[in-house]
Nanobody
Framework: VQLQASGGGLVQPGGSLRLSCAASGSVYSIDSMGWYRQAPGKQRELVATVTKGGSTNYADSVKGRFIISRDNAKNMVYLQMNSLKPEDAAVYYC???????????????WGEGTQVTVSS
């Protein structure tokens, strides 16, 4: 299973970015999909997750500003980031739980990460 993330970049405070992550390879189905981030000198932290049924969970720091969504037909997860703040700057990683065959337990995969820089 491969995860390809895209959409990072440089944005001014108050701006928006949309991250995308596509899962490919031996994917039968995907359970939870999510985004994590890691800033320099800090631990990786949860940003948001979305279940196969569409239930979402957000870190308190991004509630009301970020929206996570997924396209089950395309095996993709998105993160719409609005009202970005300098403290949102980090490498963002997508994370998915994939079942490669029916009845198999889900396996956790991480994408390589995409850099988000928030600066004027």
């Amino acid at each position: 299973v491969q995860l390809q993330a895209s959409g990072g970049g440089l944005v001014q405070p108050g701006g928006s970015l949309r991250l995308s992550c596509a899962a490919s390879g031996s994917v039968y189905s995907i359970d939870s999909m999510g985004w994590y981030r890691q800033a320099p000198g800090k631990q990786r932290e949860l940003v948001a997750t979305v279940t196969k049924g569409g239930s979402t969970n957000y870190a308190d720091s991004v509630k009301g500003r970020f929206i996570i969504s997924r396209d089950n037909a395309k095996n993709m997860v998105y993160l719409q980031m609005n009202s970005l703040k300098p403290e949102d700057a980090a490498v963002y990683y997508c994370n998915v739980y994939v079942r490669i065959l029916p009845g198999y337990n889900p396996v956790n995969y991480w994408g390589e990460g995409t850099q988000v820089t928030v600066s004027s």
